[in-house]
Structure formats: structure tokens, C-alpha cells
T-cell receptor, first 118, second 115 residues
Framework: AQKITQTQPGMFVQEKEAVTLDCTYD???????LFWYKQPSSGEMIFLIY??????QNATEGRYSLNFQKARKSANLVISASQLGDSAMYFC???????????????FGKGTMLLVSP | NAGVTQTPKFQVLKTGQSMTLQCAQD?????MYWYRQDPGMGLRLIYY???????DKGEVPNGYNVSRLNKREFSLRLESAAPSQTSVYFC??????????????FGPGTRLTVL
């Protein structure tokens, strides 16, 4: 079974609208972290937001927020007020294993391509 | 601070040739990683080094070797390149191995084509 599933290969949104990118995960470890990265057409990987499995509140970073539903094992990224510069590939990733040495590796989903139109 | 740097940016190899991809970070991070990115596949972990002196296999290690030269540098070697190794390779680093908020910082990537 895939550990990270991103079911939307592509999403379209109009400028200034909000958009939700879906991510579901699979783990039996009680301690884990969820990350979202952005990859624009230039190719670099840009960290956006992090949610820990024990965090009580949903993470927010500027226009980015993470809708964390632990029971459903989902960690959807919400981008408010989309901008043209948000057009990019977005990856959800998971780190398992808490504080065990060597368990800092990330498992990535296949990504969602977001296109923002004027 | 340059962050994570990778050389070369682009490389074309013939089948059977060997090469080493270089990666260095100036953030004093303990852990370093090598990923490959193929269309429609996301990023897959090749090898990682949780700390200086240790290396471990990731999801797709076959055909690769790594060396953690010192705390700053982590190289990836293809001994006999194959067309299936055509990919974009990313190096990353993070502060600690395991635990809490542990963002990975990525290099700009190396685009490798094997003919």
C-alpha cells in the first residue's frame, strides 16, 4: 500500500480563489510528521508547511494551512487567495518514527500539479 | 550561506560509464539524503546518511553507492550507468536524525541523461 496518496494529478483554480490539495497517508506509527513541498517549473523544492502527529492545532504559514484530520489520515493543503506564482507541483511527504535515529527519511506522494489562471 | 549545493547541474552519460554526483551543505546538518525524481513518481529515496560515518539504503538503492566524506559532503556514485538511471537527482540535508520538526533542505538538482 502506498504510504502517501495524492489523488489529484492536476488542479485548476482562478486567481484569488482558495484551493485544497488532497493528501492521505498510511502509517501505524503513533509519531509521525507531514510536510508539504512546492516545486515550481524551475525545479527547486521549497518547504511550505509541517504538521506533527501530536500537534493539537492545524498548522498555518501565511496563505498556507494544513487541514489535518487524524482519524481519516488526511493532511490536505489549503492555499487561500491563490496567486499566479502558486502554479507549481505540490508534494505531500511523511516522516515516521519519532525520535529513533535514522528515521528522519521522507516518503513522498506523486504530486499534484496546480495551475492558477488569471 | 549557500545551503545545499550540487554539482554538476546537467550530465549526459553513455551506458556503462561511471560518474559521481557531489553534494555539500553549509548548515552544519547531521543528516543528508539522495533522492531521484522521475515523471509521475514523486521523489524516491536512494540512500541516506543519518550522521557522519553512517549510510543506509533507501527505497531504490540498486546501481548506486554513496560516501559520506565528512559532515558537509555526501556523494552519490553510479558505477555503470544504465538508461533506467536517467532522472533528476536531488540531495537534501536536515538538522537531526529523527524527531519533531525536521525540515529537509534541498539542493537545486542534477539532471542526468544516460544514453
Amino acid at each position: 500500500a502506498q504510504k502517501i496518496t495524492q489523488t489529484q494529478p492536476g488542479m485548476f483554480v482562478q486567481e484569488k480563489e482558495a484551493v485544497t490539495l488532497d493528501c492521505t497517508y498510511d502509517t501505524s506509527d503513533p509519531s509521525y510528521g507531514l510536510f508539504w513541498y512546492k516545486q515550481p517549473s524551475s525545479g527547486e523544492m521549497i518547504f511550505l508547511i509541517y504538521q506533527g502527529s501530536y500537534d493539537q492545532q492545524n498548522a498555518t504559514e501565511g496563505r498556507y494551512s494544513l487541514n489535518f484530520q487524524k482519524a481519516r489520515k488526511s493532511a490536505n493543503l489549503v492555499i487561500s487567495a491563490s496567486q499566479l506564482g502558486d502554479s507549481a507541483m505540490y508534494f505531500c511527504a511523511m516522516r515516521e518514527g519519532g525520535y529513533k535515529p535514522g528515521y528522519s527519511t521522507l516518503t513522498f506522494g506523486k504530486g499534484t500539479m496546480l495551475l492558477v489562471s488569471p | 550561506n549557500a545551503g545545499v549545493t550540487q554539482t554538476p547541474k546537467f550530465q549526459v552519460l553513455k551506458t556503462g560509464q561511471s560518474m559521481t554526483l557531489q553534494c555539500a551543505q553549509d548548515m552544519n546538518h547531521n543528516s543528508m539524503y539522495w533522492y531521484r525524481q522521475d515523471p509521475g513518481m514523486g521523489l524516491r529515496l536512494i540512500y541516506y546518511s543519518a550522521s557522519e560515518g553512517t549510510t543506509d539504503k533507501g527505497e531504490v538503492p540498486n546501481g548506486y553507492n554513496v560516501s559520506r566524506l565528512n559532515k558537509r559532503e555526501f556523494s552519490l556514485r553510479l558505477e555503470s550507468a544504465a538508461p533506467s538511471q536517467t532522472s533528476v537527482y536531488f540531495c537534501a540535508s536536515s538538522e537531526i536524525a529523527g524527531g519533531g520538526y525536521n525540515e529537509q533542505f534541498f539542493g537545486p538538482g542534477t539532471r542526468l541523461t544516460v544514453l
